[in-house]
Every structure is written in structure tokens, then in C-alpha cells.
């Protein structure tokens, strides 16, 4: 089983705005499935449709479309596992439907654990929106054999991000989740760095059907529930509310506009979704909803029914007719929050009492949710950082200036390192460093050991270009002599942070030099990537993803000149280009997971971080939280200077 709840795509709009507001169909189509998660609520069960079925559903929808009139149709695939169905079942599927009069819009609920060629051109095609499960916390989801879900969803997403076609992911959260609430946030927030969209989520919770209830230890109560969405719900308004978040965003209108205007809401606080929503199994039996198919509430099969005919004699939707009106006088009768919750859903409420007609079992979780909601109405938010776009980048690297080809009218940003050689010649190219800054080049680096930054001064007219960086990366204990040099150049410096530590260089004298950077005066060198953090920070820019070369894996290609004579560290650095080129931003992230749910990751972006995992020091962890303190009092001394007009 894919999804517990409904996705973002199952919303329905306030009373009275629409006179019909269309059907949505969700179509268990089948029960297969190529994960093995401990909480799935339709596991055990088997059957997958038949083409000859399906063409009876198709049947039955016309026939619906005929009887009441409906103008549009949300049709979603869903499961167990929908990809399992492949891309030809999927693929005639969706010709059929468009054969329907009215307005279609197709979705898929996913596991994203696999996404074949031909099935992703289906998807494309018909333009199905993929909504997806996500757990990057491993708290119940896996795959069959028990492992990490989170990489291959990562991977996928970020293939559907590409095509246009994402449709938001559902976390679901279990008793291991309860204290990671804002470390689940974090997590998720940072997959912004994989793409140019804004990242979409939902977070539903655990209930006791299928599996989940044989695996108790995953349930939670309302206060533990509770604790996690308030928890989620603070690390969102923290970051600026950066993602779209469900039910938060949904929720949180409702409170900005002085509780007067009715939001969009998803499915389980309508209190109506019996209007609009219904669930279809493998078998063609008719229920409710998705989650009263698994629940096993069959009206009954349209093999011999119509649609029509079954909704229309259905006690149960007799029942939840009433049931808002039921509420509203009796349980609910003193809630302030009501208007928005309408009792929650009718599924929670038959698995927690017995009794569908009583108001949800996640009350207490919710209630919680408003009313940390409702204590920060009012307070000024501050706008979450805008995205730097994922740049592409060609690397010429060599350790000759004047063998470098020229790529002027390139629609590339390009980029020349020069290397060091043994006996340091990369400091002896006469006019050719000249001639070097017109060739087009965005930004030159020039990799210079630290016994030899002396003898810059006699390039001090090529220094003074702002896109020449000097790059130090060995010889820690000349360190702060040679930024000194740089500094009397008006030169720019770059640190190989990495390097500098396997040199000898400590955290600690890490986040000295950026105290040094930040406090002292008449320390005036411009030293990357401290000040390209802090710019970020100051101009409230979230960083993408990148490596400590400030490079995004997967989006640049290097161009390699003559390397003779290089270092053996300069062949390393060249070796771990190429490596790092060929590297999805997905696999890059997946592998530096760490970072992204580390507070300073949209400055940091991982580039502090070693290229080959997720965990840098706590020091210049440190770092980074100095360079953003420094950031706020710039930013706030600067509206000091320039206060607003009238």
C-alpha cells in the first residue's frame, strides 16, 4: 500500500462555491505491491483488474455522466502499487477515459520505488500527476526486503520534477516520528535544492487498519500525534512557511484571514467528501472512498449496479449526510474550531470508536494543531528565501593558461581552474594569465600552494578582477600570513575546506578565521565561501545543492587542458570532478542526507561538507549559524539606514 489518506490533489472547495463539484474516483485498480511497509492498510489482500473490468468501470462512469451531469472527472490510479499495472494497462486505460465527455484529470499514487522508461512516456503523455509516499526517516515504510525507501524516492522525484508531472508526496507519521517532527520538516523542505518547483507534501497519521494494526508499536495516541504536526507545524512557520504544507497551508489561511474565510481543505475536513469522492477496488465493489475500500464498507459491485443506483440506496451515505448537522449540535457543539475540522474524517471515526457518526479518533491531534495555529495569528512573518536556480557550468582545468579554448558565446556559465604543479609553475604564465580573463570565463580559480602566494604581487592586475579566486588548499599554518597577502592584493580567496582539514587544519581554527572575517575591521580579504554564505543569508537566498567546489552535481561537465606536470593533489582534485560529474543531484543528496536536515543547509547547501557523505564537523556547523547570526544584524542595521517611506 502506497498512501494512508487522500492526496493534494483530493481537495474540495467551501460550501456553496460550486453547485457540482465533479467526482473523484479513487481506482484500487490493484493490491500488488513491491514494498513491504509495516503500516499498510491494504496488505493481505490480492487481484488486479482486468482489461474486460476495466471497460466495464469506463461503462459505468459514462453512464454516471449521463444520469447527473458532472463536467469533470478526477481519476486516480491507485493501490497497492499502481506502476505494477505497466505502461500498456496504463497507457489504454487513459485512452478510454478520454473517450468520456467531460473534463478528466488523471493522478497516481506511488511508492516511486520504481518508474520504468515506458512508463514515465505514459505518464507524460496523458499528463497523470504522480503523487508519492515518503518516509526519509525510515519509521515503518521500506521495500520488500526491509531497505531505505528514501533514495529511490528521492531519485524519482526528482526524474517527475523534471517532467512537470510531480504531484506531492505523503508522510505518514508513526510513533518513530513523533519527536522528529521538525526534523521531518527540515528533511523534506531541502528537497526545494533538487528542483525549480515548490515542494509539495501532506502529513497524515497512522491509523489501525491492515497491517498497522497487527504492528501496534507504530500507532500513536492524540497527544503524541499531536506533538508531531505542532512540532512539523513550527519548523514550517520558522522557514517562512517555504513549502506548501497539508493541511498547515490549508488550515493556516483560515486563521490570517480573521477566521472568516472558509479555505480549501482536503477530503477529510470537508465533512461532505460523500458528495464527491468514491472508492473502486481491483473487483469493481464500490465504496465511499479509498480508505473504505480497505476498511471493506462495499455498497456493492457495479457489475450489476450502476454507480448511480448503489450511491443512491447506501445507508451509510445516508448517514454522513447528517452527519456534520449531528455533530455540530451534540460533541462538537462548543468547539471553536469546527467550522474548519467538521468532525474530522468519518473513516478515523469508525476505526477509533466503532461508530463512523462520531467525530474523529485524531481529535485531541488536531485541536492541538488549531490551537498552536490560532497563538500565532497575527505575528509578522518574515518571507521564506527566494531559490537560486540550479546553475550549468563548464570546468576547463589545466595548469596551462594559454591552452585554454575559447568559449565565448557559450550559454553555459564558464568556469577555468588552473592547477598547481610540482615545482610550482602555475605562477610563471607571463601574459597569457592577461589574456586568460578574454576568453569569455565567468570565474577563474587559480590553485596556488602556500609557499607560493608571495609571488602573486606580480599578478596583481589579474587578482584584482572580481572573478579571479585564489585557491588555498594546503600549508594550514601559513594560512592566515598568506590571506593577509591576498587581502593587501584586493585579492579574492577561496578555501579548500576539505583539503585544509586533511592538511592539519582544525574546526576550530575554522571558525576563528570566520570570526575574523565577521568582526575585524581591518581584516578586509574577501574569502569564499564565507562570503558567498553570508550574501546568501543577507539577501535571504536559499543556496541549492552543492559540492565544496560550489559545483551542483549532475549539472556541470568538466573540460580537461594539459595536466602535465601536475601535483598529485591537483590529479585528485581533477579525479573527484569527473567523479562528481557524472553523479545525479539526487544520489549527491541521498548520500548527503545529513546535511539536509541540518538548520543551516539552505546557506550551506552541503558545500562545507566532504564530497563523499553528509557530516561535517559540529565546528563548522558553527561556522555557518556565525555567518547567518551576522547575516540578521546586517540586515538589520541595514533598515536602521534605510527606514521604509511614510
Not at 368 to 387: K, Q
Not at 457 to 473: C, I, M, N
Request: proline fraction near 4%; include cysteine.
Amino acid at each position: 500500500m502506497v498512501v494512508k489518506g487522500c492526496t493534494n490533489e483530493d481537495r474540495l472547495q467551501p460550501a456553496g462555491v460550486r453547485k457540482n463539484p465533479g467526482l473523484t474516483i479513487i481506482f484500487k485498480a490493484t493490491d500488488q505491491c513491491n514494498a513491504g511497509c509495516r503500516f499498510c492498510s491494504a496488505a493481505g489482500k490480492e487481484g488486479t483488474v482486468t482489461p474486460a473490468d476495466f471497460e466495464i468501470l469506463a461503462h459505468r462512469i459514462e453512464e454516471y455522466i449521463l444520469e447527473t451531469g458532472i463536467e469533470r472527472l478526477n481519476f486516480t490510479f491507485h493501490g497497492g502499487e499502481p506502476t505494477l499495472l505497466g505502461a500498456e494497462f496504463l497507457e489504454s486505460a487513459c485512452i478510454r477515459l478520454r473517450q468520456l465527455s467531460i473534463s478528466i484529470k488523471f493522478s497516481m499514487q506511488s511508492n516511486l520505488l520504481e518508474l520504468p522508461a515506458d512508463l514515465i512516456t505514459v505518464v507524460r503523455r496523458y499528463g497523470i500527476h504522480v503523487g508519492s509516499s515518503v518516509d526519509p526517516i525510515e519509521s515503518g515504510r521500506c521495500t520488500d526486503s526491509g531497505g531505505d525507501t528514501f533514495p529511490a524516492w528521492v531519485r524519482n522525484h526528482e526524474l517527475l520534477e523534471k517532467y512537470g508531472v510531480y504531484g506531492g508526496a505523503i508522510f505518514l507519521v508513526t510513533r518513530p516520528a513523533v519527536e522528529q517532527g521538525k526534523r521531518v520538516y527540515r528533511i523534506l523542505n531541502s528537497c526545494a535544492s533538487l528542483g525549480e518547483t515548490e515542494p509539495s507534501f501532506q502529513f497524515n497519521l497512522v491509523y489501525p487498519q491492515g497491517r498497522a494494526a497487527e504492528n501496534t508499536d507504530l500507532l500513536v495516541s492524540p497527544a503524541e500525534a499531536g506533538r508531531f504536526l505542532v512540532d512539523a507545524y513550527e519548523a514550517w512557520e520558522e522557514s517562512g512557511r517555504e513549502s506548501y504544507i497539508s493541511p498547515f497551508v490549508d488550515l493556516a489561511s483560515w486563521f490570517d484571514a480573521g477566521r472568516e474565510r472558509i479555505p480549501r481543505l482536503t477530503c477529510g475536513f470537508v465533512g461532505r467528501c460523500h458528495e464527491s469522492h468514491i472508492g473502486i477496488d481491483s473487483e469493481l465493489n464500490l465504496s465511499g472512498c479509498g480508505r473504505r475500500v480497505d476498511s471493506g464498507a462495499i455498497y456493492g459491485n457495479i457489475r450489476s449496479q450502476s454507480i448511480l443506483s448503489l450511491l443512491s440506496t447506501s445507508e451509510e451515505r445516508k448517514k454522513l449526510a447528517v452527519r456534520s448537522a449531528q455533530l455540530a449540535a451534540g460533541e462538537c457543539s462548543e468547539c471553536e474550531f469546527f467550522v474548519i475540522c467538521n468532525g474530522g474524517c468519518p473513516d478515523d471515526a469508525a476505526l477509533g470508536s466503532g461508530d463512523m457518526m462520531d467525530r474523529t479518533a485524531h481529535c485531541e491531534s488536531y485541536k492541538m494543531l488549531f490551537e498552536a495555529m490560532a497563538a500565532r495569528s497575527g505575528i509578522r512573518r518574515v518571507p521564506p528565501p527566494a531559490r537560486r536556480p540550479l546553475s550549468k557550468s563548464v570546468v576547463y582545468i589545466g595548469v596551462d593558461a594559454g591552452g585554454m579554448p575559447s568559449f565565448v558565446g557559450s550559454d553555459e556559465h564558464l568556469e577555468c581552474w588552473l592547477l598547481p604543479t610540482v615545482d610550482g609553475s602555475a605562477l610563471k604564465f607571463s601574459s597569457r594569465l592577461h589574456n586568460l580573463l578574454q576568453t569569455g570565463a565567468g570565474r577563474v580559480r587559480i590553485f596556488a600552494s602556500g609557499e607560493q602566494v608571495n609571488r602573486l604581487h606580480l599578478w596583481v592586475k589579474v587578482l584584482s578582477d572580481p572573478r579571479v579566486e585564489v585557491v588555498l588548499f594546503d600549508a594550514p599554518e601559513m594560512l592566515l600570513d598568506n590571506l593577509a597577502v591576498l587581502g593587501r592584493l584586493g585579492a579574492r580567496a577561496r578555501l579548500d575546506i576539505e583539503s585544509l582539514v586533511a592538511c592539519g587544519w582544525s574546526g576550530d581554527a575554522a571558525l576563528e578565521l570566520a570570526s575574523k572575517y565577521l568582526r575585524e575591521a581591518e581584516w578586509n580579504v574577501r574569502i569564499e565561501p564565507f562570503e558567498d554564505m553570508l550574501m546568501a543569508a543577507v539577501r535571504r537566498e536559499r543556496s541549492p545543492i552543492t559540492n565544496r567546489h560550489g559545483l551542483t552535481p549532475g549539472h556541470y561537465r568538466t573540460c580537461i587542458g594539459s595536466l602535465a606536470g601536475a601535483s598529485e593533489s591537483a590529479l585528485r582534485l581533477v579525479q573527484e570532478l569527473c567523479n562528481s560529474e557524472n553523479v545525479a543531484t539526487s544520489s549527491y543528496y541521498v548520500d548527503h542526507r545529513e546535511c539536509s536536515e541540518c538548520q543551516s543547509y539552505t546557506v550551506c547547501g552541503s558545500q562545507l561538507a566532504p564530497v563523499t557523505t553528509g557530516s561535517c564537523s559540529d565546528k563548522l556547523r558553527q561556522l555557518v549559524e556565525l555567518l547567518q547570526t551576522s547575516a540578521e544584524e546586517i540586515r538589520s542595521n541595514l533598515a536602521e539606514d534605510c527606514p521604509p517611506i511614510g
